[in-house]
T-cell receptor, first 115, second 117 residues
Framework: EPEVTQTPSHQVTQMGQEVILRCVPI?????FYWYRQILGQKVEFLVS????????KSEIFDDQFSVERPDGSNFTLKIRSTKLEDSAMYFC?????????????FGEGSWLTVV | AQKVTQAQTEISVVEKEDVTLDCVYE???????LFWYKQPPSGELVFLIR??????QNEISGRYSWNFQKSTSSFNFTITASQVVDSAVYFC??????????????FGKGITLSVRP
């Protein structure tokens, strides 16, 4: 069964460093997302991406964050200068986007620890 | 604005007991989708079910069943004859848009279910 894959599964980084989290969405999906889950808290929407541009972003997704689809398969989240409060599990997700297939499927997550 | 409330935070049951996880939602839209996801200790989010607002039929899948009631804005999830492998955090989520880029999910806070042998 097709799945969303994410790398790395876990990354430890120094405060102020740049981090790139990578995702390969399901191949026939058109809509891509990043969500965040701080330890012990609920899952929060960060950004949605369609047709090579951001379609919606939350207030969490400030200028330190950016997303990119550099080629036909990868979808990346960059945090420019990490802060301690960026420590969280980051989930990539994708969705086919038609009326029969708008279920959002999640990857296994990338656990980011900022020290 | 949309909101999902999972009032129960932690539930502990003994194996083979039935357990119901509650979910109450708020939305101004007439078209919306409701979801349940399971997050086992390994951390991934596993899709369990999607239900659209026009389909109030209850659904059963093996030991899992879902009760959608628009009148009370609830979408409850029952596990029958629980097993240790059911131990996880369960999230209820709502999407207001039927398709596409606006299909972002609003999650509840999750319910931690522990099933003891």
């Amino acid at each position: 069964e097709p799945e969303v894959t994410q790398t790395p599964s876990h990354q430890v980084t120094q405060m102020g460093q740049e981090v790139i989290l990578r995702c390969v969405p399901i191949s026939n999906h058109l809509y891509f997302y990043w969500y965040r889950q701080i330890l012990g808290q609920k899952v929060e929407f960060l950004v949605s991406f369609y047709n090579n541009e951001i379609s919606e972003k939350s207030e969490i997704f400030d200028d330190q964050f950016s997303v990119e689809r550099p080629d036909g398969s990868n979808f990346t989240l960059k945090i420019r200068s990490t802060k301690l409060e960026d420590s969280a599990m980051y989930f990539c997700a994708s969705c086919r986007g038609d009326s029969a297939g708008n279920t959002i499927y999640f990857g296994e997550g990338s656990w980011l620890t900022v020290v | 604005a949309q909101k999902v409330t999972q009032a129960q935070t932690e539930i502990s049951v003994v194996e083979k007991e039935d357990v119901t996880l509650d979910c109450v939602y708020e939305t101004r839209d007439t078209t919306y989708y409701l979801f349940w996801y399971k997050q086992p200790p390994s951390g991934e989010l596993v899709f369990l079910i999607r239900r659209n607002s026009f389909d109030e039929q209850n659904e059963i899948s093996g030991r899992y069943s879902w009760n959608f009631q628009k009148s009370t804005s609830s979408f409850n999830f029952t596990i029958t004859a629980s097993q240790v492998v059911d131990s996880a955090v369960y999230f209820c989520a709502l999407s207001e848009a039927p398709t596409g880029a606006n299909s972002k999910l609003t999650f509840g806070k999750g319910i931690t279910l522990s099933v003891r042998p």
